[in-house]
């Protein structure tokens, strides 16, 4: 095993004491509120706008292009709604999901 490695899993382990504390954290975000104003409620409208009028490449809101942002979180709030059905849980899973990886890397990268 190279040293990196070494490290590497070394660190990854020093993560897991904190998983159960973040876990707990994280059911927090997604049950406790509904969407967020704003932000995770444009994002909603989008996601819904695109799933309704059947556009699966580009995101619209209110009928018109929405050109603002990348259209990979709708596409991947598209694939959940596919396969869990179409609710408000799933955006918030997958921002939390977004989150976690955040964390990872920037431990990582630290």
Same mark, same amino acid.
């Given at each position: 095993?190279?040293?990196?490695?070494?490290?590497?899993?070394?660190?990854?382990?020093?993560?897991?004491?904190?998983?159960? =504390?973040?876990?707990?954290?994280? =059911?927090?975000?997604?049950?406790?509120?509904?969407?967020? /104003?704003?932000?995770?409620?444009?994002?909603?409208?989008?996601?819904?706008?695109?799933?309704?009028?059947?556009?699966?490449?580009? /995101?619209?809101?209110?009928g018109?292009?929405?050109?603002?942002k990348?259209?990979?979180?709708?596409?991947?709030?598209?694939?959940?709604?596919?396969?869990?059905?179409?609710?408000?849980?799933?955006?918030?899973? =997958?921002?939390?999901?977004?989150?976690?990886?955040? =964390?990872?890397?920037?431990?990582?990268?630290?």
């Amino acid at each position: 095993m190279t040293p990196n490695a070494y490290r590497r899993s070394e660190h990854l382990r020093a993560l897991w004491p904190w998983l159960p =504390l973040w876990t707990v954290a994280a =059911l927090l975000a997604i049950f406790a509120h509904g969407p967020m /104003p704003l932000f995770s409620t444009r994002a909603l409208a989008v996601a819904w706008e695109m799933w309704h009028g059947h556009h699966w490449l580009v /995101p619209y809101v209110n009928g018109q292009p929405y050109s603002e942002k990348a259209p990979l979180l709708f596409w991947m709030i598209h694939a959940g709604w596919a396969v869990f059905g179409v609710s408000d849980v799933w955006p918030r899973v =997958l921002e939390v999901g977004f989150g976690a990886t955040q =964390l990872v890397l920037v431990s990582t990268i630290a």
